[in-house]
């Protein structure tokens, strides 16, 4: 298997065989590199030969070159197809991707809105790292559908830039497996970093205080659904765990209550499943004797409600429903929570911010951070620590102070100041 480095013509595409265009009627000077290799013969017999061109300089061509023929040993390299970008991602793969049907909708959201539309033509050959990296900073600059955003204006967040990197880099990853490509385009690119993205994270991210949560929740108290604001606040559950919560997986007399389902709304319907056995999301939290007594007001209400409609009750073992027996709507949840918040006085957040609210109280009291991530569901306690980073400082200075306290307590007790006299005692 061979290949050879050659000049090309960029005018007329004719081999250069010195310093300018030999072909008749051209006698152009301006060339770029190129090369071809031999890959064996086609189904019909004919030669399969591969041609690489537009390098910049022979040294360029002949790396690649290097490349190809490695993998080509190797038993790695792919055969060009011309399936493009598009196809790919929307016939190929978003139909073969195992996910769950929130992840599958705002996956087919971002491939149709804002990567088929720029990308979608090339095919998967000639996609680029340069390529990609003039999508994210298009879409940082005009991506936005929206009004302006009033920090990013047109532009598209670098968390929603690096989202959809993420996802580009697990199709192109994925058809690497199925032997569509030869190497992840991906990682090539230059999206907004890691460490930027959890920056913007970090400054959205805005909690209430004791006394906030406290008017909170006495503005709540006269709401229908008041167990489900107080298991918000002291439990720090999301949004979807709390909209599948069924009264099987709440034992009151135990004073325990178990995550193990979770309600997204996808194109205007709810989509509710099952957690997976090893997702970390599905846990137990122990309720203290406050929650077990509010819940069990909250059942004994709901009962006289089911009693009232006669049987017609919708759904009975559903935790928060509807005053008919039906299943929340999870963006109608949001809503409520910000009527509330407005009766109370209190700023505008995100419902999700009362569990980073829960979270970051929880830390600042002194809790540790592994009590704290089996309460929440992270994955490990390291990504709860970084998460909440902005939180551990001043726990630090409160460790280092305790210490010090502790530390000088016996030291307080040497009464003749002679450290020798204390290292004899111990």
Known sequence: MRGSVFKRCTVCGARVPARSCATTGCSSSSFTWAFIVDAGRKPDGARRQIKRMGF?????????????????HAGTWVPPSRLTVGDYLLDR????????????????????????????????????????????????????RRAPHPEFGHGLSPTTVRRIHTMLHKA?????????????PCDRADPPSTSEVKGLARSARHTYTWDELARFLDVASDDRLFAMWHLFVTTGMRRSE???????????????????RAAVEVKGKVDERELTKSSSSRRAIELAEQDVAVLRLHRKAQLEEQIALHGS????????????????????????????TNRAGLQRIRLHDLRHTFATLMLKSGEPAKIVTERLG???????QDAYQEVMPGMQRDAARRFGQRLRRPLAGNDDGNPAADEGRR
């Open 378 to 384: 992270h994955s490990t306690a390291a990504y709860t």
């Open 242 to 260: 709390v909209a599948a919560l069924l009264w099987r997986n709440v034992d009151l007399d135990a004073g325990l209550l178990s995550v193990t």
């Open 172 to 184: 192109f990853a994925d058809a690497i497996r199925w032997g569509l490509l030869e190497r992840n």
């Open 313 to 340: 009750w919708r759904d009975v073992e559903r935790v928060f429903t509807s005053p008919t027996g039906h299943r929340l709507h999870p963006p109608n949840i949001t809503r409520a929570f910000h009527v509330l």
């Open 93 to 144: 793969w978003l139909p073969r991707t195992r996910t769950g049907a929130k992840t599958r909708a705002d996956r087919e959201l971002h491939m149709r809105v804002y990567v088929v539309p720029r990308l979608g033509g090339l095919t998967l050959e000639e996609l680029s790292g340069d390529d990609l990296t003039y999508l994210y900073d298009d879409l940082a600059v005009r991506g936005r």
């Open 56 to 72: 910049d300089s022979r040294a360029q061509a002949e790396e690649a070159l290097s490349e190809l023929l490695t993998s080509m």
